[in-house]
């Protein structure tokens, strides 16, 4: 690092900012120490520190791995990307029960297209979880058997507007689906009387 007394009085500056919790005036300092000496290790590790306070955990891990390229032995650098490395691993346990809890909220509703999603995200960040596997199947089972029912309610809206055209290709796809489906095969067969009438 070079000694220039302006650039102590800047990284001086951006601690005092840091510790008043001017997190973005830091910034600005550190950023100006940077654009003369780009390789100003303790500037890009302050920017590091001002990422970590902010919860920008994401720039923060860039910022000090960044300093151990540079200087690979700087423990406080070392320190601050295992302490991000916790911080993820904590919010991804968190997310995972949120989108999980999520999940069995809306299955329980009916809502099963949300519960999915939620159970989709969830295995995203834990493929491995039993209950969760089980919880995925379950609601894709149930949206398969949803599937010729949703076709057959579409084709009684079209029956109730006249369009039987469209009413009958939608009860044909519902008998494709699901070919024991009462509803739909008496709806299919009384669309077909009234288009060959």
């Known amino acids: 690092?070079?000694?220039?007394?302006?650039?102590?009085?800047?990284?001086?500056?951006?601690?005092?900012?840091?510790?008043?919790?001017?997190?973005?005036?830091?910034?600005?300092y550190?950023?100006?120490?940077?654009?003369?000496?780009?390789?100003?290790?303790?500037?890009?590790?302050?920017?590091g520190v001002v990422?970590?306070?902010?919860?920008?955990?994401?720039?923060?891990?860039?910022?000090?791995?960044?300093?151990l390229n540079m200087n690979p032995e700087y423990t406080p650098?070392?320190?601050?990307?295992?302490?991000i490395e916790e911080k993820k691993k904590e919010i991804e346990k968190e997310n995972f029960k949120r989108f999980f809890k999520l999940g069995i909220e809306c299955y329980s509703l009916g809502e099963y297209e949300k519960a999915l999603n939620y159970f989709e995200n969830a295995f995203f960040i834990d493929p491995y979880s039993n209950a969760l596997i089980k919880n995925l199947e379950k609601t894709r089972e149930k949206l398969k058997q949803l599937i010729?029912?949703?076709?057959?309610?579409?084709?009684?809206?079209?029956?109730?507007?006249?369009?039987?055209?469209?009413?009958?290709?939608?009860?044909k796809k519902a008998v494709i689906l699901e070919p024991n489906?009462?509803?739909?095969?008496?709806?299919?067969?009384m669309v077909e009387n009234?288009?060959?009438k």
């Open 194 to 196: 009234l288009i060959n």
């Open 77 to 83: 650098a070392i320190k601050n990307k295992k302490i």
């Open 148 to 171: 010729p029912v949703k076709w057959n309610n579409k084709g009684v809206e079209y029956y109730r507007k006249g369009q039987y055209e469209k009413a009958l290709e939608c009860f």
């Open 51 to 67: 990422f970590l306070k902010l919860k920008e955990y994401d720039l923060a891990l860039g910022c000090f791995n960044s300093v």
């Open 1 to 28: 690092m070079n000694n220039n007394s302006g650039i102590q009085k800047w990284h001086s500056h951006a601690v005092l900012l840091i510790n008043s919790k001017k997190y973005t005036e830091a910034l600005t």
């Open 30 to 47: 550190y950023d100006k120490i940077l654009s003369n000496y780009p390789k100003d290790f303790l500037a890009v590790f302050g920017k």
């Open 181 to 189: 489906l009462k509803s739909a095969l008496k709806n299919k067969k």
